[in-house]
């Protein structure tokens, strides 16, 4: 493998930090928790991204998950094109926001209603304020290491980039405002059972990814889903499952579907628009019945349910609606490739502990079991950093972060898994 350049990126950073804070638009792209400058990218197909540089390099980012066909699928980006031609934006209903919240009340029948939005946090923010109007309580409980998107009540013991930065709150935030947010442990349900004892007839709902996917990949334990479902409902609190990476990823209808759960609400990103800036909570009629103009939670948007973004995810939908073996070949390709990843690493001595789900992976560096943001925390991250830095030297884009998913798409061939395990083979032992 000759040696890469990076000039272009090197600049381009260079001038973005001028005027970007960070040179970046959101934290963990400058990736500096493994101590490395960022690539920037030109473009994107299937399963490669194209650095500025003209690098070529496998995707295991996939956007942070939208791009499960691969990126620039052709008919996605057909429709996309066809809407363009009749503009950008109306600020006023159209036909393909009610054809796209039908597409997800089929997927998600418990999403009996949906609004649309522009982001995973405005869904979850909204989805919150929606289950405080509803059941006339103040608490929220979420869980440490779970990342539910930036807004204030949320940013309390998060995951992702908070963690990748290791601040564990954000300033910014009144202490007065956090103090409404619990915080449990993930998958220990004493942790939540006690604070549903301490603060009885007090919590609004319970906000949790089914799979934590922020923290690295924690699969829940068995069992631990449904025990929120049960303490949920025996107090009268809502559960808000945040499937904003989940979401027509594990199956066409996320984390509900595959693990047979059926929460209040439900909130979806990424995928949903595929590749759009578009994300939806939505729940029980009864639920939705109380967002303005019918409630008095209010919650609105310029650009909710725009027409290029509604666009792109009906088309993707559409494509995984239609293909559900995707499923099966995302997974059976993530499989092959934690199997294959499990063997060299840990052939004589366990270096890696893997997680997997469906077609969502992290590779931890610790010998140890990691099922908690207290096993998270104690991996080796310097390690994970030289990993990267081994990787994407060599051809391969993995998160800039230990705290992070990799995500696998349809587009990713048996030659792409083949390629990535022969570069992990050439960094072996780790040592
Ligand atoms: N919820 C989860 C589970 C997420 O992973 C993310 C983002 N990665 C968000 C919410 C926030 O979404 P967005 O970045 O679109 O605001």
Same mark, same amino acid.
């Given at each position: 493998? #000759?040696?890469?350049?990076?000039?272009?990126?090197?600049?381009?950073?260079?001038?973005? %930090?001028?005027?970007?804070?960070?040179?970046?638009?959101?934290?963990?792209?400058?990736?500096?928790?493994?101590?490395?400058?960022?690539?920037?990218?030109?473009?994107?197909?299937?399963?490669?991204?194209?650095?500025?540089?003209?690098?070529?390099?496998?995707?295991?980012?996939?956007?942070?998950?939208?791009?499960?066909?691969?990126?620039?699928?052709?008919?996605?980006?057909?429709?996309?094109?066809?809407?363009?031609?009749?503009?950008?934006?109306?600020?006023?209903?159209?036909?393909?926001?009610?054809?796209?919240?039908?597409?997800?009340?089929?997927?998600?029948?418990?999403?009996? #209603?949906?609004?649309?939005?522009?982001?995973?946090?405005?869904?979850?923010?909204?989805?919150?304020?929606?289950?405080?109007?509803?059941?006339?309580?103040?608490?929220?409980?979420?869980?440490?290491?779970?990342?539910?998107?930036?807004?204030?009540?949320?940013?309390?013991?998060?995951?992702?980039?908070?963690?990748?930065?290791?601040?564990?709150?954000?300033?910014?935030?009144?202490?007065?405002?956090? %103090?409404?947010?619990?915080?449990?442990?993930?998958?220990?349900?004493?942790?939540?059972?006690?604070?549903?004892?301490?603060?009885?007839?007090?919590?609004?709902?319970?906000?949790?990814?089914?799979?934590?996917?922020?923290?690295?990949?924690?699969?829940?334990?068995?069992?631990?889903?449904?025990?929120?479902?049960?303490?949920?409902?025996?107090?009268?609190?809502?559960? /808000?499952?945040?499937?904003?990476?989940?979401?027509?990823?594990?199956? %066409?209808?996320?984390?509900?579907?595959?693990?047979?759960?059926?929460?209040?609400?439900?909130?979806?990103?990424?995928?949903?628009?595929?590749?759009?800036?578009?994300?939806?909570?939505?729940?029980?009629?009864?639920?939705?019945?109380?967002?303005?103009?019918?409630?008095?939670?209010? #919650?609105?948007?310029?650009?909710?349910?725009?027409?290029?973004?509604?666009?792109?995810?009906?088309?993707?939908?559409?494509?995984?609606?239609?293909?559900?073996?995707?499923?099966?070949?995302?997974?059976?390709?993530?499989?092959?490739?934690?199997?294959?990843?499990?063997?060299?690493?840990?052939?004589?001595?366990?270096?890696?502990?893997?997680?997997?789900?469906?077609?969502?992976?992290?590779?931890?560096?610790?010998?140890? /079991?990691?099922?908690?943001?207290?096993?998270?925390?104690?991996?080796?991250?310097?390690?994970?950093?030289?990993?990267?830095?081994?990787?994407?030297?060599?051809?391969?884009?993995?998160?800039?972060? #230990?705290?992070?998913?990799?995500?696998?798409?349809?587009?990713?061939?048996?030659?792409?898994?083949?390629?990535?395990?022969?570069?992990?083979?050439?960094?072996?032992?780790?040592?």
């Amino acid at each position: 493998m #000759q040696s890469r350049n990076y000039k272009k990126s090197e600049k381009y950073f260079e001038l973005s %930090k001028k005027y970007i804070p960070g040179g970046v638009n959101s934290p963990v792209r400058a990736a500096r928790a493994v101590h490395c400058d960022p690539v920037f990218i030109k473009s994107a197909l299937g399963s490669k991204i194209y650095d500025a540089d003209g690098n070529e390099y496998i995707d295991y980012v996939c956007s942070w998950g939208p791009a499960i066909l691969g990126h620039a699928y052709p008919v996605v980006l057909e429709k996309v094109k066809k809407a363009l031609k009749k503009g950008l934006s109306f600020g006023a209903p159209t036909k393909k926001e009610y054809i796209l919240a039908e597409m997800i009340n089929e997927a998600m029948p418990v999403m009996e #209603q949906v609004r649309l939005v522009n982001s995973g946090t405005e869904a979850t923010m909204s989805a919150v304020r929606l289950a405080r109007g509803y059941t006339k309580k103040d608490l929220i409980l979420k869980f440490t290491g779970c990342y539910h998107g930036h807004s204030d009540g949320l940013l309390v013991m998060a995951g992702s980039g908070v963690l990748t930065e290791a601040i564990s709150s954000s300033a910014g935030v009144p202490n007065d405002y956090a %103090k409404n947010t619990l915080v449990a442990e993930f998958n220990d349900s004493d942790s939540v059972s006690a604070l549903f004892d301490k603060y009885k007839g007090k919590i609004a709902a319970v906000i949790v990814e089914p799979v934590a996917a922020n923290m690295g990949v924690i699969p829940p334990k068995k069992g631990f889903l449904e025990f929120l479902r049960k303490i949920t409902k025996e107090n009268d609190s809502l559960l /808000i499952f945040d499937e904003v990476i989940t979401g027509f990823r594990l199956a %066409k209808g996320g984390a509900c579907e595959y693990y047979n759960i059926e929460p209040d609400i439900v909130t979806v990103g990424k995928i949903v628009g595929g590749g759009m800036p578009l994300a939806a909570y939505g729940g029980r009629k009864e639920i939705m019945a109380c967002i303005s103009p019918l409630g008095d939670v209010y #919650q609105a948007g310029t650009l909710s349910g725009n027409p290029i973004a509604t666009a792109a995810g009906i088309a993707t939908l559409e494509v995984l609606f239609e293909h559900q073996e995707i499923y099966k070949h995302i997974d059976e390709s993530a499989k092959i490739l934690a199997d294959g990843i499990e063997k060299i690493m840990n052939a004589d001595i366990k270096r890696v502990h893997i997680n997997r789900v469906g077609s969502l992976m992290s590779v931890f560096f610790t010998s140890k /079991i990691v099922s908690c943001y207290k096993d998270v925390i104690s991996c080796d991250l310097d390690k994970y950093a030289s990993y990267y830095s081994f990787l994407r030297e060599n051809g391969i884009y993995i998160a800039p972060s #230990q705290f992070e998913a990799a995500f696998i798409s349809d587009a990713h061939d048996s030659e792409d898994i083949k390629n990535t395990l022969e570069v992990i083979k050439k960094f072996g032992g780790v040592e």
